[in-house]
């Protein structure tokens, strides 16, 4: 079953300064969000292979679109993120359908490797709710200064029978970060942690 898209939305957002401070250079972070048809809304169904499938299709997709906004290579990308909300006929089985058997093997193919895990939110909302989308470092979990977030809303989405789908990409970390951890220099990326 292929996503029957309703609309594709893209942010890119770029932070240039923060506490009075210059951020050199800016950081920045796209979010690629597809709006797209549940076709189990309002019904049981103990299969959610389509809505796995739909996962595999997004995960290249939107993970292309966030990289082509940023304007740079997939090897460039540091930090990377899911989330899914369910429109009110829908369940959250349905976003985890989408969000965690596949998505993740196409969204790393579109980011270059990726051996950590991805983080991901699912839940259920209805028009104009936000949609908040947890980053971190794609090859190493013990990079603190990825440990980040992205919003997303639109505000006609996902009606009750739809579900929105996003996928977030950096080609950096939190602006000014002093938290400690591996930095992106020190990460190996064999092990998903360091």
């Known amino acids: 079953m292929s996503a029957k898209i309703r609309k594709i939305v893209i942010w890119v957002e770029e932070t240039h300064r923060e506490s009075g401070r210059d951020v050199t250079p800016a950081t920045r972070k796209a979010a690629a969000v597809a709006v797209i048809a549940n076709p189990f809304a309002g019904r049981f169904v103990e299969d959610l292979e389509p809505l796995m499938d739909i996962g595999a299709e997004l995960g290249g997709t939107l993970g ?14 540091q930090s990377y993120g899911k989330a899914a909300m369910v429109g009110e006929k829908g369940e959250l089985e349905h976003a985890a359908a989408i969000l965690h058997p596949r998505l ?18 699912k839940k259920m909302g209805g028009p104009g709710q936000a949609l908040d989308v947890p980053l971190g470092h794609k090859d190493a ?11 997303v809303r639109l505000n006609d989405a996902p009606r009750a029978d739809e579900i929105m789908v996003a996928v977030a990409v950096t080609d950096s970390g939190r602006p000014l970060p002093r938290v400690g951890g591996l930095t992106t220099e020190e990460a190996e990326g064999k092990d998903g942690l360091r």
């Open 64 to 77: 292309d679109r966030c990289v082509e906004a940023l304007g740079i290579t997939p090897a460039d990308a």
């Open 104 to 121: 993740g093997g196409p969204l790393r193919r579109a980011v270059e490797k990726g051996a950590a895990l991805v983080p991901s939110s």
């Open 141 to 151: 979990a013990y990079v603190r200064s990825h440990f980040d977030g992205m919003e």
